[in-house]
């Protein structure tokens, strides 16, 4: 390992060491979180326009320690196309555990991974063929800030890969609020 890698693998693993547990989850196991997203597609498509979509997303979270796990649904508008108002949404379950690598007062950094499968949903139905099931995966982090007792919000950011008919990459922007159970 380099000398250039080792110092930042130090310096996270002394912050990791003193992180108390999840100091701005929620204070309960379980919690629930809904999410407003915005998607910004990392390449173009020379047949769907290539712009910032919205969706949202909703989870259950269980909490122990530093570590969370959360499953959930997504949906979000992916393609849109260019002469039309037809509009494709990607529709999916998903898997999302978390740690938390550093935490102080009423705030937390954490890491985030997710795995999902789902379908392409059209606005309108019987007018495309959206095809099967398509496997998405990706990570990113965020920010929780603890607002209460049982309220926290989430400020996060992940990249995700859609794999299947329509293969494309997407970053997308989160904003939430939890509430513990």
């Not at 992916?78 to 379950?93: D, E, I, P, Q, R």
């Not at 007018?127 to 995966?137: F, L, Q």
């Given at each position: 390992?380099?000398?250039?890698?080792?110092?930042?693998?130090?310096?996270?693993?002394?912050?990791?060491?003193?992180?108390?547990?999840?100091?701005?989850?929620?204070?309960?196991r379980?919690?629930l979180?809904?999410?407003?997203?915005?998607?910004f597609?990392?390449?173009?498509?020379?047949?769907?326009?290539?712009?910032?979509?919205?969706?949202?997303?909703?989870?259950?979270?269980?909490?122990?320690?530093?570590?969370?796990?959360?499953?959930?649904?997504?949906?979000?508008?992916?393609?849109?196309?260019?002469?039309?108002?037809?509009?494709?949404?990607?529709?999916l379950?998903?898997?999302?555990?978390?740690?938390?690598?550093?935490?102080?007062?009423?705030?937390?950094?954490?890491?985030?991974?997710?795995?999902?499968?789902?379908?392409?949903?059209?606005?309108?139905?019987?007018?495309?063929?959206?095809?099967?099931?398509?496997?998405?995966?990706?990570?990113?982090?965020?920010?929780?800030?603890?607002?209460?007792?049982?309220?926290?919000?989430?400020?996060?950011?992940?990249?995700?890969?859609?794999?299947?008919?329509?293969?494309?990459?997407?970053?997308?922007?989160?904003?939430?609020?939890?509430v513990?159970?």
């Amino acid at each position: 390992m380099s000398v250039s890698l080792r110092i930042p693998g130090l310096l996270i693993a002394a912050l990791v060491s003193l992180a108390p547990p999840g100091a701005a989850q929620s204070l309960q196991r379980l919690s629930l979180q809904a999410s407003g997203a915005a998607l910004f597609p990392t390449n173009e498509d020379p047949i769907f326009e290539s712009k910032t979509r919205l969706g949202f997303e909703g989870q259950l979270r269980y909490t122990f320690g530093r570590f969370s796990l959360g499953a959930g649904y997504q949906r979000s508008t992916v393609f849109a196309f260019t002469n039309s108002s037809l509009t494709m949404a990607l529709s999916l379950g998903f898997i999302e555990p978390r740690y938390v690598v550093a935490a102080g007062r009423g705030v937390a950094l954490y890491l985030a991974g997710r795995v999902g499968a789902g379908k392409l949903v059209c606005s309108r139905s019987g007018e495309c063929n959206a095809g099967g099931t398509n496997a998405t995966y990706g990570g990113g982090g965020g920010l929780l800030f603890r607002l209460s007792q049982r309220f926290s919000a989430d400020l996060g950011g992940q990249y995700f890969q859609v794999s299947g008919d329509l293969s494309s990459g997407y970053a997308m922007a989160r904003l939430g609020l939890g509430v513990g159970l």
